[in-house]
């Protein structure tokens, strides 16, 4: 239920790979709540050729969401932010009207663009320059990609818009490039903040697409008068951290600057806060990242597969495509297998073990996630795992393998020992995950608030109205109102 009609409430939109849902939070009693009060699913489409985003869609649950804000709980919210995924963008034409579709990073277009991309960047320039990660669905790459595809649609476009940024859009009529879905496109120079001119022109990117990056906690804009009359309410949208890590981040209730984050969901994103960028040559032969965080800190990460890979091999093992598996469990699949299941499936197979290399991009969009981690423990002449328990133990033992290395690196790259990792977002709520990671990383680990990112986004909108001094006050909020379970290392 909501808080009181007299406590200030704000909505927060957001939307993930796989889902979307818009949520009401408040402060009451010196304590977050929240409440969720529309949720809806985010289908990829198949559109000439191209996995893409139903962007309309999109923007029509994002319409509806709102309106249920103020229909499930009477109260009209003191401003609204949207956070997404990154790296994703749409391009408009000179009448505002979109090019193309928004295509998604799974896609397979960017597939060789390494090949192409090296040849007129080095990449280490590229990220001394940018210091973004090297990943084949960065903004930089999948445009490389798009230019030498339709490289009409480049040379029509007149403005570059992110997702969160493109749903603002039509939100007020504003347009912005927020700061922290910008630092994710590879495009940004890291320490000045602005789109690097040298990088466009090398890539032949127009720098004229582009708006000056704007940051978080400043206001697009009321409400479009078609747009309040649908929502039955006008409030101003506030820019959050609208890259969802970004907003996650804010939400870990670290007790010291020794507390290494890790942003648990589809994506594993572990690293801490940094004031500046760390961009030698050391950090991307480790490839870690230095994405935009809020009030121009630097979330400097290691982006790693995460549950992305646990979520495949259920809903293969869900659904009628899946015939190759050759597993004891077969006969289980004649109903739906729960995360729970699996789990119970895991600690049945121990002491199975077998690792794979999560961060392989053979494991980002496999026609079979089971097929394929048993093809890569056979291709590294492991032990092949046979049942669905063997294998969910193969990806829990690579996980944390890979955890543990980036723990490693993290202490070595920023010469600082990390004496705990603090798990926010929905894989916090696996036990058994956060287990093995404690064990592996031979540091507590600290669990919650499980909806880190929408918390993220409120905490942004709430230091703008003043519910909270600073950063440091929200996150004391934050680590009173919400559960936070403590693992330590038992081996």
């Known amino acids: 239920m909501a808080g009181r009609i007299d406590t200030k409430h704000y909505a927060a939109v957001d939307i993930g ?38 962007i309309e869609g999109l923007y029509e649950h994002v319409v509806r969401g709102l309106a249920a804000a103020r229909e499930k709980t009477g109260i009209v919210p003191q401003s609204i932010a949207i956070d997404t995924w990154g790296v994703d963008f749409v391009l408009l034409d000179e009448n505002d009207q979109m090019i193309g579709d928004a295509v998604a990073y799974r896609d397979g277009r960017t597939d060789g663009i390494f090949e192409v991309a090296d040849k007129i960047m080095d990449p280490a320039e590229l990220y001394a320059r940018t210091g973004i990660q090297r990943q084949p669905f960065n903004t930089a790459y999948q445009l490389l990609a798009l230019k030498r595809e339709h490289p009409e649609q480049l040379e029509a476009a007149r403005t570059f818009l992110m997702v969160p940024d493109y749903l603002v859009w039509r939100l007020t009529g504003a347009k912005t490039n927020e700061y922290t879905n910008a630092s994710t496109t590879g495009l940004l120079d890291a320490r000045a903040c602005t789109w690097d001119q040298g990088v466009l022109d090398a890539f032949g990117i127009p720098a004229s697409i582009f708006l000056a990056p704007t940051m978080p906690g400043a206001v697009a804009g009321g409400l479009l008068p078609e747009v309040a009359k649908a929502v039955g309410y006008d409030a101003p949208v506030v820019l959050c951290a609208s890259h969802d890590t970004g907003s996650a981040y804010l939400s870990v209730p670290a007790r010291d600057e020794h507390a290494a984050y890790l942003s648990s969901g ?23 990242t230095n994405e935009g965080g809020y009030q121009r800190r630097y979330r400097f990460l290691k982006n790693i597969m995460g549950l ?42 121990e002491p199975f073990a077998a690792y794979v290399d999560v961060d392989d991009e053979r494991f980002l969009a496999p026609d079979s996630m089971f097929e394929e981690i048993r093809s890569a423990c056979a291709d590294a002449g492991q032990i092949v795992p046979e049942t669905i328990g063997e294998v969910m133990r193969t990806v829990y033992c690579s996980l944390t393998s890979s955890y543990a290395r980036a723990v490693a690196g993290l202490a070595e790259l920023t010469d600082r020992d990390y004496t705990s990792l ?24 600290f669990a919650g608030p499980i909806e880190g990112t929408c ?16 950063l440091v006050d929200a996150r004391a909020c934050i680590a009173r109102s919400f559960d936070i379970r403590r693992f330590d290392p038992q081996h």
């Open 422 to 445: 603090n798990i926010v977002g929905g894989g916090c709520q696996d036990n058994y995950l956060n287990q093995m990671t404690a064990d592996a990383c031979g540091i507590p680990v």
């Open 266 to 288: 589809t994506w594993s994103l572990l690293g801490c806060e940094l004031p500046e960028p760390v961009c030698g040559e050391a950090a991307r032969e480790q490839n870690f």
């Open 308 to 349: 992305w890979m646990n979520q495949s091999v259920r809903r293969e093992v869900n659904g009628v495509d899946y015939v190759e598996g050759k597993t004891a469990n077969k006969a289980m699949l004649d109903h739906q297998i729960g995360f729970g299941e699996l789990i119970q499936m895991t600690q049945d197979a």
């Open 17 to 54: 790979a796989s889902s979307g849902r818009v949520l009401m939070g408040w402060v009451e009693d010196g304590k977050m709540a929240y409440e969720e009060v529309y949720r809806f699913d985010n289908a990829q489409v198949l559109r000439d050729g191209h996995s893409c985003w139903d």
């Open 455 to 470: 918390i993220g986004n409120f905490v942004v909108q709430m230091i703008r109205d003043g519910v909270f001094a600073d």
